[in-house]
Each structure stands twice: as structure tokens, then as C-alpha cells.
């Protein structure tokens, strides 16, 4: 989309949206997650690299929206156990997520292996640890 697209999009006149871009002025969370509604992003991803100082991390995550099924998965998790949710211990917590991206990273070594032999590579091995 055009700079100007995503501007009538969000309801902005050229000049604010390219601020907004450039990130100028204050960051209104409500703005982002209108950026984000439009342009099909992440943005919580959006919001992440922010914090962390890194752009590619939501561009990384635009299509796969990482970062926004990780909240949608503690949100059904805050529906079905509402505040007893204070109750799980760090430790537990940290396991969990250990263990869930212990499977997301077997996930791109896989996806990593199949891409190089489709490129020709002649590499079709679902150990390498690149």
C-alpha cells in the first residue's frame, strides 16, 4: 500500500500518518493498533518492538502473528480461570513457555531444512542447528 492508502485507511491525513511512521510525537496505543488493523500486522508485535529497539521483530512477525496468539492464548486462559490465574507460580510459567517455544523452535529448524532443499541446496537435514 501507498503511504497515502494506509493514511485514508486510518482516518489520517498524509503528514500525520508519515509522523506517526517515523515515530514522532507520542506513541497512543489506539493509533497502533489501528496501523496494525489495516495493515494486517501484529500489534502487540508492533508494540514489542517498540520496546525492543527492533523493527524486523515485527516485521517478522506480521504474517504468523506471534506475539498476538500468545496474548489471545493467556487471554482464553485469564476466561476459563479468571483471577485464579495469580496463583501460577513464575517457575511454572517459565516451564510452559519453555516448553512451548522448545516446539516453535523445532518448528523453524524443520521449515528451515525443507527451504533449503527446495532451493536446490542438495541439504535435506532435519538436525542441522542453523
Known amino acids: 500500500m501507498t503511504v497515502q492508502q494506509v493514511a485514508d485507511l486510518m482516518g489520517l491525513k498524509k503528514r500525520s500518518y508519515e509522523r506517526f511512521e517515523a515515530g514522532e510525537g507520542r506513541l497512543k ?11 494486517d500486522a501484529d500489534p502487540y508485535a508492533l508494540l514489542a518492538s517498540v520496546k525492543f529497539g527492533a523493527p524486523d521483530f515485527a516485521l517478522s512477525c506480521i504474517d504468523n502473528k506471534l506475539v498476538m ?22 517457575q511454572a510459567i517459565v516451564e510452559a513457555l519453555s516448553a512451548a517455544f522448545g516446539v516453535l523452535e ?9 527451504s533449503r532443499w ?11 542447528s542453523e
Do not use: M, W, Y
Open 106 to 114: 523445532k518448528e523453524l529448524k524443520q521449515v528451515r531444512s525443507v
Open 29 to 39: 496505543v489506539e493509533r497502533i493498533f489501528r496501523f496494525a488493523q489495516v495493515t
Open 69 to 90: 496468539l500468545t496474548v489471545l492464548h493467556t487471554h482464553e486462559l485469564f476466561n476459563s480461570k479468571g483471577k485464579e490465574i495469580a496463583l501460577l507460580r513464575p
Open 118 to 128: 527446495l532451493q536446490g541446496s542438495g541439504k535435506f537435514n532435519d538436525t542441522d
